[in-house]
């Protein structure tokens, strides 16, 4: 699962600007400051300006550990941003700090001409510890061909294995044995064994467990080679789909599943599953990742975002969320205090969450409801589900990971219970929309409630494994926040 440039945009609000020119970006990396107007295109206002690869302003990031504990000057920054409406956007999970800026950087520049001109923008790039999988293409910052061929992509590249090392630290010996297997591919079933200890010693699950104690994803607790075969006829599928989608077949229909085939790449035998080894060791992540951006939102966004309302009453805030970013914007919902009206919108781009969280009762088990049930009463405008058929990345791999979780039906059965809200929309939620992009540009947006928007024909570039689910610099999404947030033209 992927996310994501270098855009030198317009100044603050409605106006136009120039480019940033080097003598300012200087300025700015060096603190000094820099008068707002005067043509530079960077708007500063008390001491908050655009950071070098920014080209909107003014602009913070607001950045936060593991545990959700803010940076305090990043916090103390955005409090100083003077804006009638604060963008916020939380990356998702495949990122380093690097590549969040150049998204920020990205997304964020038609916002300028895009709004009215009482509407003075501010802008929040949310940074969170993730990791980013260097060999997973990025639309529009990765070169092409940056990914290998299926089968050809075991091996750990340097700057994947870096940033295992900061995401899993004092575990070297551990990452080092693994990037070892992940290389030779042995035709071994005790490789395989010992890559499963490995990877569940990297999440600290006992090597006993079962699915159903202390919550543990099946990934940890069943037999390896059936986790990896799984994951390697997943990849198989991701790759038929993306190369039937560029061929012009409709997105969403199925493609026939290569149950325990051989990877014609890597031959026959056992070696075949060493690319879906690879995938378990990224599913890992995956797997503290999610939990890591539920406590991000919940205890470190959400509460600095109230402490900001309370100090600024009349200040709009529009959350927006990328992929597992999607999680955190909306787990900040759940420390906005009842009754309060300063979140105007929340817009999910390919949220890496279930399609059944906003929902008061689940239809598979009705004692209970969504992990956000009913929060987006807490929105004083729409929560806004952008979702696209080629996003193989929710498409295949999110339902497969997230039915590893002990269901009796097995690995491979998907259905409707384990869907992403990126890859299909908000489920369960009675009156909510399901409407295309076109018909939204042209009509805008419900003022209030859920709405499921088809993104589908503007995100839709991308290779394998996650297809297009980190395309989504579009213009085209900037007007939908904008229509979301009601801060048009």
């Given at each position: 699962?992927?996310d994501?440039?270098?855009?030198v ?5 409605g106006g136009?600007?120039?480019?940033v020119?080097a003598g300012?970006?200087?300025g ?9 107007g ?5 708007a500063?206002?008390?001491?908050v ?17 593991a545990?959700?504990d803010?940076e ?7 409090a ?7 963008l916020v ?10 590549t969040?800026?150049?998204?920020y ?17 501010g802008?929040?790039?949310v940074v969170?510890p993730?990791?980013r ?8 910052f990765d070169?092409?061909g940056?990914?290998a061929e299926p089968?050809?992509g075991t ?5 994947t ?5 900061e995401?899993?630290?004092?575990r ?7 990037a070892?297997?992940l290389?030779e ?6 490789a395989f064994?010992e890559?499963?200890a490995l990877?569940?010693e990297?999440v ?11 919550d ?9 080679l ?8 997943a ?9 039937r ?7 969403g229909?199925?493609a026939?599943r290569?149950v325990?085939?051989a ?5 026959g035998?056992?070696?075949a599953?060493?690319s879906?080894?690879k995938?378990?060791?990224?599913q ?8 890591r ?6 205890h ?22 990328h ?8 787990f ?8 309060s009206r300063y ?5 999910l781009?390919q949220?890496?969450?279930?399609h059944y ?14 992990a956000?049930?009913?929060l ?6 729409p929560?806004v ?5 080629y996003?193989t990345?929710l ?5 497969l ?12 059965g998907?259905d409707?219970r384990w869907g992403?809200?990126?890859h ?5 939620v009675p009156?909510?929309?399901r409407?295309?992009l ?8 419900p003022?209030?409630?859920c709405?499921?928007v ?7 570039r ?8 980190s395309?989504?610099?579009?213009e085209?999404?900037?007007r939908v926040?904008v ?7």
């Open positions: 699962m992927a994501i440039g270098m855009v945009g317009s100044g603050e609000g136009s600007g120039g480019t020119t300012v970006a200087a700015v990396a060096a603190g000094v400051g820099v008068a707002a005067g043509g530079t295109g960077v500063v206002e008390s001491g300006a655009a950071r070098p690869g920014v080209g909107v302003g003014p602009y913070a990031e607001l950045t936060f550990d545990d959700g803010v305090r000057s990043t916090r103390e920054a955005v100083r941003i003077e804006a009638t409406d604060l956007f939380a990356h998702g999970w495949n990122s380093d700090r690097s969040s800026t150049r998204l950087d990205r997304f964020f520049a038609p916002f300028p001409n895009l709004v009215g001109s009482g509407v003075r923008l802008y929040v790039g969170w993730s990791i999988f260097s060999d997973e293409p990025i639309p529009d070169p092409p940056a990914l089968g050809l091996v750990l590249d340097p700057a294995r870096r940033a295992l090392g995401f899993w630290p004092d070297d010996a551990e990452l080092d044995r693994i070892e297997l290389e591919r042995p035709d071994s079933a005790a064994v890559f499963g990877v569940r990297l600290g699950v006992d090597a006993v467990a079962t699915p159903a104690a202390l543990v994803p099946a990934m940890f607790a069943r037999d390896v059936e986790v990896c075969r799984a994951f390697t006829d990849l198989a599928e991701a790759d038929a789909t993306l190369r989608d560029a061929d012009g077949v409709e997105a229909g199925g026939e290569v325990g085939g990877n014609p790449i890597l031959g035998g056992l070696r599953l060493w879906g080894a995938e378990v060791l990224r890992a992540t995956y797997y503290q990742m999610k939990k951006a539920g406590v991000v939102g919940e470190g966004l959400g509460p600095v975002l109230a402490e900001l309302a309370h100090r600024r009453p009349a200040l709009r805030i529009h959350l927006i969320g992929s597992f970013g999607a999680r955190v914007a909306a900040s919902l759940r420390a906005v205090p009842d009754g979140v105007k919108s929340l817009t781009l949220g890496a969450f279930s969280a906003f929902t008061d009762r689940l239809p598979h088990d009705g004692d209970r409801g969504g956000l049930r009913g987006q009463r807490r929105v004083d405008g929560v589900a952008c979702h696209s058929p996003d990345s498409r295949l791999f999110y339902p990971a997230s039915r590893m979780a002990g269901d009796s039906a097995g690995l491979l998907f409707e992403a809200i990126g299909d929309g908000v489920r369960a009156d909510t929309p409407l295309s076109d018909t939204v540009l042209r009509g805008g947006l003022g209030a409630g709405v499921s088809d993104a589908g024909s503007v995100v839709r991308g290779g394998a494994p996650s297809g297009a689910h395309d989504i610099c579009h085209e999404l900037a926040v229509a979301a947030g009601r801060m048009g033209r």
